[in-house]
């Protein structure tokens, strides 16, 4: 046996699960009735496994550098157990490389740049994301309320919970900033009466909602704009705002001006809901061993996380005072599996949609990343945050009485009132 060969077996020996790999020279290393079998036919993969580059070796299954055969789950144990330590500690860097990400993030977020990171991702194809997501097509993290919901379920209980917390109420107007498939639009404009604006960056995603406006026969109280935040119109604030997934895209040195924005973008006493990824660590805005690199490579260009206490700090600095928190993390790990084995039980199906050499990688890039970040998740490696705010008050001693104007009545309880 080589010496990496011995090095391997060894490496396989110690996961907590049986592990088969079929190295490039033919030699098999590893248990016989794996779980998992890694078929490696680039021998730079076995250097990336002895060092636990788990984000290189998604890297190298997207170029086709190995197969495996087993569970995606499965998969996912092997590549906790062969990291060398925590990827929010791996991730940590020194002064210099600190003042690198952060001259990074500003010259990643041009309003020009920010439009074709978008479309990177969201037109890749409306019908490869109606595989694997619910059918309102929500593409974020989803409200188990109860155990046993489905995720389409949990998306329409995440859609109600914000819209509850948010106090919406007939005839307001609420806008959502990034707002998808129009899920969220949809469901406070037939759930809530509200009046809606919602904008995005994606060419697909305008063009599928503005379509469902019309079916639905939403016109007139319902719209959605192609447009950058930066963009919108100021003159006349909305009662109400949300912001689903989508401060992950505006950049760390950007998230005082984001929220400054949605500020004057509210009218005094109103409402915004941020909801988004946060990091898990203090001070890192991506993931070690790789894991970063390959989400900003494969798909996610340009997104950056913060920690909830920066995000809290940015608040703050753009004049917004915190009114309630909520870590939505273990619903973001259900989700992502549900999303993962949805696509896992498609396969075939993902491939056809997908049927160019481009789309194969994508389609391996995905199955990596869904199933990756719902073990990140899991282990507290990243976390999601709701967080409800308003435009700091200027001083009055009837908060707590419910006065005209002042939309949080500072008591949890209306969020769970029946309707």
């Known amino acids: 046996m080589t010496a990496i060969a011995s090095i391997i077996e060894n490496k396989l020996g110690a996961l907590p699960m049986p592990v088969s790999m079929d190295l490039p020279d033919g030699q098999k290393v590893g248990a016989a009735d794996a779980a998992i079998r890694l078929r490696v036919r680039d021998s730079s993969v076995l250097t990336h496994f002895a060092a636990g580059e788990v984000g290189v070796l998604g890297e190298d299954y997207v170029e086709g550098k190995f197969e495996f055969d087993g569970a995606m789950r499965d998969l996912m144990r092997l590549a906790a157990g062969i990291l060398p330590g925590s990827p929010v500690d791996l991730a940590r860097s020194g002064w210099l490389t600190s003042l690198i990400k952060r001259l990074m993030s500003v010259w990643h977020h041009s309003i020009e740049r920010d439009a074709r990171q978008i479309e990177f991702h969201y037109d890749l194809s409306d019908d490869f994301y109606a595989l694997w997501l619910d059918p309102r097509r929500v593409y974020s993290c989803a409200y188990y309320r109860e155990p046993d919901f489905t995720v389409a379920q949990a998306q329409e209980a995440k859609l109600d919970h914000i819209c509850r917390k948010l106090a919406l109420k007939p005839g307001e107007r609420f806008l959502d900033v990034g707002g998808g498939w129009g899920g969220l639009m949809l469901w406070a404009a037939e759930h809530y009466d509200v009046d809606v604006t919602g904008i995005t960056l994606s060419n697909n995603q305008h063009a599928y909602v503005n379509r469902l406006i019309q079916e639905k026969g939403l016109s007139g109280r319902v719209r ?112 992502l599996w549900a999303w993962s084995d949805a696509l896992e039980s498609r396969l075939d199906e993902a491939r056809a949609i997908l049927n160019t050499p481009q789309g194969e990688r994508s389609l391996r890039a995905y199955r990596m990343y869904l199933a990756g970040c719902a073990m990140g998740f899991e282990h507290g490696w990243i976390a999601l945050h709701q967080i409800i705010a308003q435009p700091r008050p200027a001083g009055s001693a009837d908060e707590l009485d419910y006065p005209d104007g002042q939309a949080y009545p500072w008591r949890r309880d209306y969020i769970y009132q029946a309707r």
């Open 224 to 335: 959605m704009e192609r447009l950058d935040y930066r963009k919108l119109d100021e003159s006349r604030p909305y009662d109400k705002i949300a912001s689903v997934g989508m401060f992950e895209h505006v950049g760390r040195t950007q998230l005082t001006g984001y929220f400054a924005k949605l500020r004057r973008l509210v009218r005094p006493g109103g409402l915004i809901l941020n909801h988004g990824i946060t990091a898990g660590g203090l001070d890192n805005s991506e993931l070690g061993a790789g894991m970063g690199e390959f989400i900003e490579k494969f798909i996610f260009p340009g997104g950056e996380l913060s920690h909830i206490h920066y995000v809290q700090q940015t608040l703050a600095e753009a004049g917004l005072e915190d009114l309630d928190v909520e870590n939505l993390r273990p619903h973001y790990a259900r989700t």
